[in-house]
């Protein structure tokens, strides 16, 4: 038998040249570079993603609804036990605007579905993060008919509901 460490040291050697390629490899590729357009890791930006910015809506017209039910996001929603949304149970009909103002000081979002591990959650709307005053408008046709369980992604023990008739 040769020295202990005669294969060992190569074979180390050999796989930390490999582990150090891949490494380069993959990273550089995370580098933008100006005019790259296909990156793997770019991501186009959504019409939610304007709602960051807190002026929200969007295209949503609001002169063009005779009715606009206005959902609250109430200033102190942020602390557990606190009153939440206010109305916590809106109906609306379904030729309606709903609007979710935030009037606390920190993000919210109101984000259909039950809770943070619904499969189904920000199907049916999302306001994306609202900024303090930040608002968000859909009009009750596209969320649709029924009762709509929502909450905020931030703090999920605010929950409210939106029924569409
Ligand atoms: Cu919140």
């Known amino acids: 038998m040769g020295k202990p460490g005669t294969i060992a040291f190569p074979v180390l050697l050999a796989l930390g040249a490999i582990t150090g390629y891949l490494t380069y490899t993959y990273f550089t590729a995370a580098i933008p570079q100006e005019g790259l357009v296909n990156s793997p890791y770019r991501k186009e930006l959504t019409a939610s993603a304007t709602n960051e910015t807190g002026t929200g809506g969007g295209e949503v017209d609001e002169s063009k609804f005779s009715k606009v039910v206005e959902i609250k996001i109430l200033q102190g929603a942020v602390t557990q036990g606190s009153p939440d949304f206010e109305p916590d149970a809106a109906t609306v009909s379904s030729d309606a605007l ?5 009037k606390d000081a ?3 979002t109101a984000t259909s579905g039950k809770d943070p591990s619904d499969p189904d959650k920000g199907k049916l709307f999302d306001t994306s993060y609202l900024q303090p005053n930040g608002k968000y408008s859909i009009p009750a046709a596209d969320v649709g008919k029924g009762e709509h369980a929502y909450f905020c992604q931030l703090h999920p023990y605010m929950t409210g509901t939106v029924t569409v008739q």
């Open 98 to 102: 709903i609007t979710w103002i935030n």
């Open 106 to 108: 920190t993000l919210h």
